[in-house]
């Protein structure tokens, strides 16, 4: 099986741009999460979709959307950005069924800068 | 708020030295528990996981144990090779929530010294 694919591999923006992020999960995957990788704070959860449902979102602010489409593939969308918003943005996907967590595996992330 | 941590943020060992990574857990809620390996330019790789209803759990090379009493974690890397450097997280979540979200810690960068 294909692993998590994520495009573009990087981009770079300029402040107040916005940004729309890819992401292919493992076939037959249903569960899609988005994490945000940076220096300073670590791993830290943006949000996950389930058949298409946001289920949950992190501490992040409104600029910060996401969606899911029938094939379970995903989007992230950053409006208005930030110097702070340079990151490596990590999708992740899990063969999660019923309320039971599974193995997540990860892409190899968009590494997004900001200028 | 409740968060995963670790006790070491280096590690350096000799190659064919066992190396032993440590995470400390503060969510009681937490039972299932991932441990990741992130080389540089990469997503994190899933190493092996284990439930609470489990000490120890043995992967090619890699074991993990859980104690619950003192809510701490440990990955154990046998025979350690250079291929293994590379920053190592543990992440927690609590099943039957609505959503899947893991909760990581800083990572322990191990170094493996030829």
């Known amino acids: 099986k294909a692993g998590v694919t994520q495009t573009p591999r990087y981009l770079i923006k300029t402040r107040g741009q916005q940004v729309t992020l890819s992401c292919s999960p493992i076939?037959?995957?249903?569960?899609v999460s988005w994490y945000q990788q940076t220096p300073g704070q670590g791993l830290q959860f943006l949000f996950e979709?389930?058949?298409?449902?946001?289920?949950n979102k992190g501490n992040f602010p409104g600029r910060f959307s996401g969606r899911q489409f029938s094939n379970s593939r995903s989007e992230m969308n950053v409006s208005t950005l930030e110097l702070g918003d340079s990151a490596l943005y990590l999708c992740?996907?899990?063969?999660?069924?019923?309320?039971?967590?599974?193995?997540?595996?990860f892409g190899s992330g968009t590494q997004l800068s900001v200028l | 708020g409740e968060s995963v941590g670790l006790h070491l943020p280096t590690l350096s060992v000799q190659e064919g030295d066992n190396s032993i990574i440590n995470c400390a857990y503060s969510?009681?809620?937490?039972?299932?528990f991932i441990w990741y390996k992130q080389e540089s330019g990469k997503g994190p790789q899933f190493i092996i996981d284990?439930?609470?209803?489990?000490d120890k759990r043995q992967g090619q090379r890699v074991t993990v144990l859980l104690n619950k009493t003192v809510k701490h974690l440990s990955l154990q890397i046998a025979a350690t090779q250079p291929g293994d450097s590379a920053v190592y997280f543990c992440?927690?979540?609590?099943?039957?929530?609505?959503?899947?979200?893991?909760?990581f810690g800083k990572g322990t960068k191990l170094s493996v010294i030829p």
């Open positions: 992440a927690e979540t609590a099943s039957g929530a609505g959503s899947y979200q893991l909760t």
């Open positions: 979709y389930f058949s298409e449902t946001q289920r």
């Open positions: 992740a996907s899990s063969f999660r069924q019923g309320r039971t967590n599974e193995k997540l595996f």
């Open positions: 076939s037959g995957h249903r569960s």
């Open positions: 284990i439930r609470s209803n489990m």
């Open positions: 969510n009681s809620a937490s039972d299932y």
